[in-house]
């Protein structure tokens, strides 16, 4: 054990022995019953979603089941090895999570569908993402933060396909990698009215010798309304220098 | 009373509420093998997003003032955990628990703050408490 010594400032061990009172969010039952369904027959995923708290795709959690051990290929796991946040982390100057990181938040996540779009409203940075789900084909667009996702029924699953990002985000706080070939897939299903089956399935053969997934379970909040979250506002982190700032990317 | 920074290495009470994201990684900024104990008089508090932060005066061995900053969590998800802007006010004596920061500034990351009713909190760090793990 080390003690902190600062000049001029008395430096103690103590043990602390604060009873912590709980604060947090508090368990909830959701409502209960059948999901339900769009005029047109579709199970509707629409309402404010709580998502477990994710920042290693490699834990296991509540309501949460990662892998533990990452398929990498030589490439990703010189990449991961190299990997230190302190180094800097694109999130800290608020540049968009991407969307393996945004669904790991623990911010809520608002569903708003139609027949022809399912839409992400992320509160984390106030982001969204909007998908096609009228069975378009994926689009040619330049890569993005968030990709090009299209998604399609697969009886009353629907699949999130998304492809076309750029190699700017990692896949989750701790930083494990991806590169430009990164494809997810994500299936969104619902067992009841308060709960969504989520799964999501990482493939990037650059980074990766096989896929891989985790599954989680988001749980329906009627009881929350989806907040402003305005990164920028007051980064005095990155303004005071304590957080570095990305690199540029490579021409 | 004569404040005192305490740097604690044990014993650290369990926070029971649900953990906070940062904007970014706990890692990029802080070092969560530095906890520290301060306790103090707060001078302001700045309810922004991404994170809140918490200014308070710590009176060092010889009696004299110390500024201190402290993030705690995003507002929104303090909210949720029932804090509010008038939480806390300035000359509020509290104590926060967290961790500092990696470059040697007064500045730390608040796990736990005690009220001056003697409530402890979680503040909403976003240290996931778990080593980043190699292969």
Known sequence: MKTLLRSGIVAVVIAMTVQAVAAGQQEVKPPTGPAPRTASGKVDFSGVWQKPYVPDMTKDGKDQKGLADLPFTPWGEAEWKKYDAAEGDYTGACLPFGMTRSVNTPEPMQIIQSDKYFVFLFEQNSWFHVVPIDGRPHGNGIPTWFGDSVGRWDGDTLVIDTVNFNSRTRLDTIGHPHSEQLHLVQRFSRPDLGHIRYEITVEDPKTFTKSWTNTRTFTLRPDWEMMEYSCEENNKSLWEGRIKPPKPPKP | ?135
């Open chain 2, 1 to 135: 009373m004569n404040w005192k920074i305490f740097a604690a290495f044990a014993g650290l009470a369990v926070a029971t509420a649900q953990p906070a994201s940062a904007h970014h990684s706990f890692a990029a900024e802080f070092d969560s093998s530095k906890q520290v104990t301060l306790q103090g008089s707060v001078t302001k508090v700045e309810w922004q997003n991404p994170h809140i932060w918490v200014y308070l005066d710590v009176k060092d061995a010889q009696g004299n003032p110390q500024a201190w900053q402290c993030e705690g969590g995003p507002p929104n998800t303090l909210t949720r955990n029932g804090w509010g802007p008038n939480s806390l006010k300035s000359g509020d004596v509290i104590v926060i628990d967290g961790f500092l920061a990696k470059d040697g500034s007064k500045t730390c990351n608040a796990r736990m703050v005690k009220f001056p009713d003697g409530r402890s909190v979680f503040a909403g760090s976003s240290n996931p408490d778990t080593a980043p793990k190699k292969p």
